[in-house]
C-alpha cells in the first residue's frame, strides 16, 4: 500500500474521530491501526460509507489473548475489493470484563466469526443477536483459548516438556 | 438442538398451521458431512433453519498454539480435505512471509502447479456431488476415476493422497520424478475428454436445468455482507478471486479469466466450477510450458529439513536438522496475514509470532465458516430437495466448517 493510501485512510477516521487512533504501524503488507474500543463500531460504519475508504468487505475477524498485559484484543481486517486495499483494527479489552459492540450491525457476516471468538474468549458482544456457543459444546463453563489453559494436562509426569513445549 | 416451541397438539390447533420439525442430520448421507440442521417445515417447504455446527471441531487454533511451524501443515491438511496441498502451500508461503524468504521461481512453478490439480480435485467432487443430488450418478463416477488420477501424481510427488502434507517451508521435499510428469500429463491428457463428456452430460440437460436454475440464489449485495468468497461470490457476480487480486506464488505470470455468474444460483456456482477447472488445467500447461530451471527449493537451511544422506555425512546438514527437528530455530517476532484462493474461497492464515518455537496466535480464515451462516437465508421458503442442493453446491466441508 502506498504512503499516501494509508495517510488518507487514517485522515478519514482523525477527522470525525480525533484521538482514537492510538497506533498505526505496517506489519508486513498491512495497515494496522491499533483504536480505542468505545466508538470501534462507528468507526468501522463511517470506514464503510466514506467515499475515500469503502472498506465493506469484513475479511476476518478473530480475538487473541495477552496473558502480560492481561487484555485480549479483537483483530478486525477490512478490504475494500475496488481499490484492492485492507486494513487491520485492533482494540484491547480488559480481562475481566471483555466486552464491545456488536459489528453485526455492519455486517451481517460478523455473526459466526463473534459467536466464535465469545466460544473461545468470553468476550461478550453487546447487542449480538444470537450470542451463544458456536463450536464448543454448550455446556462447557471456561473459554478454552485463553492461554490460562494449556493444550495438554500439566500434572502428567511422563512427559516433560519443560524444554520444549510452550 | 433445542426446538423453540413444544410441539404438542395444543400447539398445533393454536397455530392453526401445522409446522412440522425435521432434523436433517447430523449424519444423514445426503449433507456430504456432519452438519446439523433443525428445519421448520410447512409441508414441504422450509420456513426456517437452525444450523448447529461443531460436531468434528478438533481445535487446530489451539494445536497450533503448541506445534512448530513445519507440524503445523500437518493440520491444515484437515480442513478442506478436498484440496489439501492449497492449504499446506498456503501456510508454508505465510511461514515463508514471516521469514521474508525468497522462494526460487521453480518452486513458484511448482506449487502452481499443484494447487491447480487440487483445485481441480476439489471443483470435481463438488460438481459430480450437485449431479448426484440432482439424481445424476453416472458422471460422478467418471469423475472420481480423474480424481483418482490426481491422487496418484500427489502420491508420486509427496508420498500421501488425501491428506497430502506435500511439501515444506521453502519448497518440496525432493525434485518431481520423471514418473510425476508423466502422470501429470497423463492426466492433462484424459481429464478435458471426460470433463468435456460431463459438461455435455448436464450443461444443457433440461432435468438438470430445471432442478437447478433459481433454486438457492444469492444477490451479489448480500453475498458482500456474509463475506462469501470464492466460487460463491464469482457466482453471484463478483469477480474476487485472491489469485488475481493479491497475487502469490507468481499467479501473475499466467494468463487465465475468472469466471463469473450471475444470479448466483446453484447452476451458476456449478458452471463457474466449470469453467475454473478448464481455467486450471490452462494454467498448468502455461506453468509446464515455462517452467524456469533452478532448485525445487529455497536456500533456508534452518526451516527447511536436510536430506537424510546429508544428515549423516556433513557436520552443517546435521546441526541444522538437530536445530529444526528439537526447535532451536530463532524465528522473528511479527504479525503476518496471508491468504491464498483456496477451492472454496479466500483461506486466510492470521499468524502472530512473539519469537516462540511455535506461533503465539495463529487463526485461519476459513471461507466455510464464513458463508455457511447465509444458508439458512439462502433455504428459507425452499423445497428440501433445493435445500440439499443449495448445500452441497456451495462445497460446505465439515472439516473446514469446524476446524
Known amino acids: 500500500m502506498e504512503l499516501d493510501d494509508q495517510e488518507k485512510i487514517i485522515a478519514v477516521v482523525n477527522k470525525k474521530f480525533e484521538g482514537e487512533i492510538l497506533q498505526t504501524e505496517m506489519l508486513y503488507d498491512f495497515l494496522t491501526a491499533t483504536l480505542k474500543k468505545d466508538k470501534i463500531v462507528e468507526i468501522i460504519k463511517h470506514l464503510y460509507d466514506h467515499p475515500d475508504t469503502k472498506f465493506q468487505y469484513l475479511t476476518t475477524l478473530c480475538g487473541i489473548h495477552f496473558p502480560d498485559l492481561n487484555q485480549i484484543a479483537i483483530m478486525y481486517q477490512l478490504h475494500n475489493m475496488v481499490s484492492n486495499q485492507r486494513i487491520r483494527l485492533k482494540v484491547y479489552l480488559p480481562i475481566e470484563n471483555p466486552s464491545v459492540q456488536t459489528l453485526t450491525t455492519v455486517f451481517p457476516a460478523a455473526n459466526w466469526m463473534e459467536r466464535e471468538t465469545y466460544d473461545f474468549y468470553g468476550v461478550i458482544f453487546e447487542g449480538h443477536p444470537n450470542l451463544k456457543r458456536i463450536l464448543n459444546v454448550d455446556e462447557m463453563t471456561i473459554f478454552p483459548m485463553r492461554k490460562e489453559y494449556p493444550l495438554e494436562d500439566q500434572v502428567r509426569e511422563d512427559k516433560n516438556d519443560v524444554m520444549f513445549g510452550r | ?257 475468472i469466471p463469473i455468474g450471475k444470479n448466483g444460483d446453484v447452476y451458476d456456482r456449478f458452471m463457474v466450477r466449470q469453467e475454473e477447472m478448464w481455467q486450471s488445467l490452462s494454467i498448468i500447461k502455461q506453468a509446464m510450458a515455462k517452467l524456469p530451471e533452478g532448485s525445487f527449493h529455497a536456500k533456508v537451511p534452518e526451516f527447511y529439513l536436510p536430506p537424510k544422506e546429508e544428515v549423516y555425512n556433513n557436520m552443517e546438514a546435521l546441526i541444522y536438522h538437530f536445530k529444526i527437528v528439537m526447535g532451536e530455530t530463532d524465528v522473528p517476532k511479527g504479525e503476518v496475514y496471508h491468504c491464498v484462493e483456496g477451492g472454496n474461497g479466500e483461506l486466510g492464515f492470521y499468524l502472530i509470532s512473539d519469537g516462540g518455537r511455535t506461533p503465539f496466535r495463529l487463526h485461519f480464515r476459513r471461507p466455510c465458516f464464513i458463508f455457511y451462516q447465509a444458508y439458512p437465508e439462502m433455504i428459507k421458503g425452499s423445497m428440501l430437495s433445493d435445500a440439499i442442493l443449495t448445500m452441497s453446491s456451495m462445497n460446505v466441508i465439515a472439516g473446514e466448517l469446524d476446524a
Open chain 2, 1 to 257: 438442538m433445542d426446538v423453540k416451541e413444544p410441539v404438542t397438539d395444543q400447539f398445533y390447533q393454536a397455530q392453526k398451521k401445522q409446522y412440522s420439525y425435521l432434523n436433517l442430520g447430523p449424519t444423514h448421507p445426503a449433507t456430504h458431512g456432519i452438519f446439523q440442521n433443525v428445519l421448520k417445515m410447512d409441508g414441504e417447504v422450509i420456513v426456517e433453519a437452525t444450523p448447529t455446527i461443531g460436531y468434528i471441531h478438533r481445535a487446530f487454533e489451539k494445536l497450533a498454539e503448541r506445534r512448530p511451524f513445519y507440524q503445523i501443515t500437518p493440520l491444515t491438511d484437515r480442513m478442506n480435505y478436498c484440496s489439501a496441498p492449497i492449504n499446506n502451500i498456503g501456510w508454508q508461503m505465510t511461514v515463508e512471509k514471516l521469514l521474508g524468504v525468497e522462494i526460487p521461481k521453480r518452486v513458484q512453478y511448482l506449487r502452481v502447479i499443484i494447487m491447480e490439480l487440487a483445485r481441480i480435485t476439489d471443483h470435481l467432487i463438488c460438481n459430480a456431488v450437485i449431479a448426484v443430488d440432482t439424481g445424476a450418478l453416472t458422471g460422478f463416477v467418471y469423475m472420481f476415476q480423474q480424481r483418482e488420477l490426481v491422487y496418484e501424481i500427489y502420491e508420486e510427488i509427496c508420498g500421501a493422497r488425501l491428506t497430502s502434507n506435500v511439501g515444506r517451508i521453502g519448497g518440496f521435499e525432493r525434485e518431481f520424478t520423471p514418473k510425476a510428469w508423466e502422470k501429470i500429463d497423463r492426466f492433462l491428457k484424459e481429464f478435458p475428454v471426460v470433463l468435456k463428456e460431463f459438461e455435455n452430460l448436464l450443461s444443457r440437460n433440461r432435468i438438470f436445468m430445471d432442478r437447478t436454475i433459481d433454486v438457492g440464489g444469492i444477490t451479489a449485495e448480500k453475498a458482500l455482507s456474509y463475506s462469501f468468497s470464492g466460487v460463491n461470490l464469482r457466482a453471484a457476480g463478483v469477480d474476487y478471486d485472491v489469485r488475481v487480486a493479491l497475487p502469490y506464488s507468481s499467479y501473475e505470470d499466467f494468463d487465465f479469466i
